[in-house]
């Protein structure tokens, strides 16, 4: 068992990031088993969950003539147009049905229509609290370490504003998924040595 500063942040393991999603990462079922047996390790064990409205401003199907993964700009910067995915209520915004769910904490993000979110404590204009941070304080959690998808957009936004918030973070690679977006996966990697994120 793992000291009780340390937490586990399962990130997005919804049914919209694994095959047969509307926006699936390769593999990303493939990753549920390790997760849940590493969950027991942890005496806290969070779970984002990407928690959108039907008309939410990421969605490429909400701008005139755009293309899915095509990139717009937002007022809080540039913004990847992403098919419409994890929309509130949808079997695609639920949980694969093989996790566990028997968590400490869910947190839902990206519910404001007007800004994406795709950090575990930040949206994306990194000033909207998720509430997370707040939490993991009152609990005395100072190291937490990341899994689930993707590695190159929730996971590293996530690590990024970890480490930036004071906690040692760690992200376990072989438990999570990326979507490699031109280049994003490296650079995501590189990101979070630069940031000082352990890469496990």
Same mark, same amino acid.
């Given at each position: 068992?793992?000291?009780?500063?340390?937490?586990l942040?399962?990130?997005?393991?919804?049914?919209?990031?694994?095959?047969?999603g509307?926006?699936?990462?390769?593999?990303?079922?493939?990753?549920?088993?390790?997760i849940?047996?590493?969950? #027991?390790?942890?005496?806290?064990?969070?779970?984002?969950? #990407?928690?959108?409205?039907?008309?939410?401003?990421?969605?490429?199907?909400?701008?005139?003539?755009?293309?899915?993964?095509?990139? !717009?700009?937002?007022?809080?910067?540039?913004?990847?147009?992403?098919?419409?995915h994890?929309?509130?209520?949808?079997q695609?915004a639920?949980?694969?049905?093989?996790?566990? !769910?028997?968590?400490?904490?869910?947190?839902r993000?990206g519910?404001?229509?007007?800004?994406?979110?795709?950090?575990?404590?930040?949206e994306?204009?990194?000033?909207?609290?998720?509430?997370?941070?707040?939490?993991?304080s009152?609990?005395?959690?100072?190291?937490?370490?990341?899994a689930?998808?993707?590695?190159d957009?929730c996971?590293?936004?996530?690590?990024?504003?970890?480490?930036?918030?004071?906690?040692?973070? !760690?992200?376990i690679?072989?438990?999570?998924?990326?979507?490699?977006?031109?280049?994003?996966?490296?650079?995501?990697?590189?990101?979070?040595?630069?940031?000082?994120?352990?890469?496990a």
């Amino acid at each position: 068992m793992r000291p009780a500063n340390e937490a586990l942040i399962v990130i997005d393991m919804q049914n919209d990031f694994c095959p047969g999603g509307a926006l699936a990462v390769a593999e990303g079922d493939a990753i549920v088993p390790g997760i849940n047996a590493v969950m #027991d390790e942890f005496r806290a064990v969070i779970l984002t969950q #990407d928690w959108h409205p039907a008309d939410h401003s990421s969605f490429a199907s909400q701008h005139a003539n755009a293309a899915p993964m095509s990139m !717009t700009e937002m007022p809080y910067g540039p913004q990847v147009l992403w098919p419409d995915h994890c929309v509130q209520g949808s079997q695609g915004a639920a949980f694969h049905p093989d996790l566990r !769910t028997d968590a400490d904490l869910i947190i839902r993000k990206g519910f404001r229509r007007g800004i994406d979110s795709y950090s575990a404590f930040f949206e994306n204009d990194r000033e909207t609290p998720t509430g997370l941070h707040g939490y993991l304080s009152e609990r005395g959690i100072t190291a937490i370490t990341l899994a689930g998808l993707a590695t190159d957009f929730c996971v590293n936004y996530s690590a990024l504003d970890g480490a930036k918030l004071g906690y040692e973070v !760690t992200v376990i690679e072989k438990l999570s998924r990326g979507i490699d977006l031109d280049g994003s996966l490296e650079d995501a990697r590189q990101s979070m040595r630069v940031a000082g994120v352990r890469l496990a």
